[in-house]
């Protein structure tokens, strides 16, 4: 059978079982409708372009048999809305961070990031070798999805201040939007924490509704304009050291297709966590260095002292979300063992060569 016939095959069957679904989309002459909500503002870039690519990559992929309908947030739902979206069946896909469905389990906010967490690189073993995926499948089955990275932003930035940051005691009674357990972390801090989508940041800063923010980092907080509304920039950022995104599926959905097609679906997002992460690192630099050089931004580091409070908080956090459930602090220790594994090797490979190599280059 030549691909072409392979391909009408597969996508008449797959349309058949789509149809005999509670979540099917609408099939139409042998072509399957995927509906992809997002968390994202449509053209924003690296996170939704980075979506956006991904949808558009499934059609590709596919020949065409899947046809992908991209709304960015708010478009047919809000940004905060996606989840319940698809795993009620009312779209088939999702992208974004699914530490943002963390009310609904903790177990969520460690398939993203987790303050002094793992790095995309310690991400991705966790992910493929050490066990991450099979409790995130575990996770997933309780709400109907299926999810699989479709991107990663790298180590981001601290965030934006309205005032320096000299000691631990600077936090208490802060207004600062931070999802997630970072924001968790930052409610032991002394942190009144604001959620709010990507698309309200700026405007709630300038207007003192909140004194600062963290976003991603310098390429996406330039394009934020969060320069006109804070002038302190502070790294290292402890709350998304490598913040993996996802395309949730509605599983029911996923699993009605061809297995070919599962396939590719699943090819377009692992090709998408490798772009995404490219494209911040070959971007992040420029863009810092046109905050501090064009708009005179002050770029300073937390210290240790702030630092150290940040773990007191956060092992207060784990604390209260292992306690949460069995597959909670299942997710947790597994977690942990990847972190010793994956970033023991990685402190005598990755960290000691970077910091050689940089000091005999003059690189600072």
Request: aromatic residues 12%.
């Amino acid at each position: 059978m030549d691909r072409r016939s392979f391909l009408r095959a597969s996508t008449v069957g797959g349309a058949a079982a789509a149809a005999s679904t509670l979540a099917a989309p609408a099939v139409a002459q042998g072509r399957t409708t995927c509906v992809i909500v997002s968390t994202w503002p449509r053209g924003f870039p690296g996170l939704g372009t980075g979506a956006e690519r991904v949808a558009a990559r499934i059609t590709e992929l596919t020949d065409g048999a899947i046809t992908t309908e991209y709304y960015a947030a708010g478009e047919r739902v809000g940004a905060f809305d996606a989840f319940d979206a698809v795993s009620a069946g009312d779209a088939q896909g999702y992208h974004g961070a699914d530490y943002y469905w963390k009310g609904k389990h903790p177990a969520w906010a460690y398939i993203t990031a987790v303050p002094f967490g793992l790095v995309a690189a310690e991400q991705n073993a966790f992910f493929k070798y050490l066990g991450g995926r099979e409790l995130w499948d575990e996770l997933g089955d309780e709400f109907g999805i299926k999810g699989f990275h479709a991107g990663n932003t790298g180590v981001q930035m601290g965030g934006w201040f309205n005032k320096e940051m000299n000691s631990p005691e600077d936090f208490r009674g802060l207004r600062m939007r931070i999802p997630g357990i970072g924001g968790d972390m930052m409610a032991n801090m002394g942190v009144s924490v604001v959620s709010l989508p990507g698309g309200q940041i700026y405007e709630n800063l300038v207007s003192g509704a909140i004194d600062a923010t963290e976003w991603v980092g310098p390429w996406n907080d330039y394009f934020l304009n969060l320069y006109q509304a804070a002038r302190y920039y502070y790294w290292p950022g402890v709350h998304e050291p490598g913040a993996a995104l996802s395309m949730g599926f509605n599983k029911s959905w996923l699993t009605s297709l061809p297995t070919w097609q599962q396939a590719a679906i699943e090819a377009a997002c692992g090709e998408e966590n490798d772009r995404m992460l490219a494209e911040y690192n070959a971007n992040n630099g420029t863009y810092l260095a046109r905050l501090v050089n064009e708009h005179g931004v002050q770029l300073r580091e937390f210290n240790d002292d702030i630092y150290d409070a940040f773990g007191v908080a956060a092992d207060e956090t784990f604390d209260t979300i292992r306690a949460h459930s069995d597959l909670a602090n299942r997710m947790h220790e597994a977690f942990l063992a990847a972190r010793e594994n994956v970033g023991g090797w990685m402190n005598i490979s990755d960290m000691p060569y970077l910091r050689q190599r940089n000091r005999v280059l003059g690189i600072d």
